[in-house]
């Protein structure tokens, strides 16, 4: 048999909230370090369905996609082929920056939050997907026997995480048809999109291993339920020493906690079209479905779009390092790094503005009319990604957070993938989604 030279793959998280890039030989690590892969900035209106939007860029222009060491997932599944990638940061021959670069975006994001408030954010995905196949048992929610049938699948899974040194915390059959999450402990600032990433890859090549298919797509039909992400995210000082929690705030939240989460809150239909952004994306996001509909705060309330959560330590220190907040309305169409830059921008506008947070909502929204709504500042998020579309990118606020043409970027590329489902019903809608993501 032909000898085989090992390859490692240099990935991109881009607005389509796909892993792209390039391989290299592993023997030329080092160099590639310093010198990286070639890059294209029209790859940046590549969307998910493969087609090309409009894009000022053209057949113009050259940039650089560099592996970065500390972004490494290298697993091996046996007889199977396993996955070895680095993260990367795309920019240009000069080594500055791209301005579309999603991993630079939060890394822009993350210093504008440190700069407003000495905060270092702590951050964990937690990611629900599906397999594709008929579950052969039925009525398994969160049942040990639909547990049992992928015990393998999930300890695999969980073997893996660890192999790439992040935190693994739980797996567990969901409610849906065949639907798991998969949980992992936090991770500080960069680092915690990375590792969502390296997270869904995982588990499709696991899955893969296996002889199943994951899907992580928001909706597989509108019957069932959806598979959401949860953005968990606390505050540290420079010193590792918590911030997010205060005995004296509302519902346990410190002022900079409070702040952050008005601003998310204010903004959060200005931000929804980046961290839900497909076009099923809104049909999950209904009341009812445990995922998020309206622009509320929530203590422990699973239907929040912001959800203060609980903690389990009882002396005050450990509470203290608990104590999170967590963003809903996001799914996994989106680009970890993306959707968690338009949040801390949000977040971090909220502290610039001063603003705190309202009193968690404690009844059904759903019930309410529009004026008692619009008396509690509370709205119906966009229920279309056109209407998420508009409302980012005529919010000049929320686009003053991004380099100039993003905005109009954005919108090119959604637009396009909007024009490539308008003729499909909605099955058809959500198999097509099933199969990209």
Sequence with gaps: MMPKTPLIFVATSDLAGKLRGKAFPADQLNKRLQRGVGWTPTNVQINCFDGIAESPFGALGDLLLIPDATAEAKVEFGEHPGLHFHMGDIVTLEGEPWDFCTR????????????????RLLAAFEHEFQLKREPPLSNEAYGHRGFSLQRDLCETLIAAISQVGLKPDSIMKEYGANQYEVVIGPELG??????????????????????????????????????????????????????????????????LTSAFAAGVLKYLEAILALTAPSVISYARLTPHRWSAAFNNLGFRDREASLRICPVTAKDPVSVARQFNIEYRAADAAASPHLALAAIVMAGTQGIEEGLSAPLPTEEDLSLLNAAELKKRGLVRLPQTLEESLDLFVTNPVATSWFPDGFAEVYQAHKQFEIAKTADLDTDACCCLYEETY
Aim: aromatic share 4%.
């Design 104 to 119: 630079g975006l939060l890394k822009v994001a993350l210093e504008r939050l440190h700069k407003a408030s000495g905060a």
């Design 190 to 255: 960069v680092r915690a999109a990375d590792a969502a990433v390296m997270i869904r890859e995982l588990t499709y090549a696991t899955a893969h291993a296996h002889g199943e298919q994951a899907t992580f797509t928001p909706i597989r039909n509108v019957e069932g339920v959806g598979n959401g992400v949860h953005i968990h995210m606390s505050f540290v000082d420079d010193k590792g020493e918590p911030l997010t929690y205060s005995a004296d705030g509302s519902s346990g939240m410190s002022e």
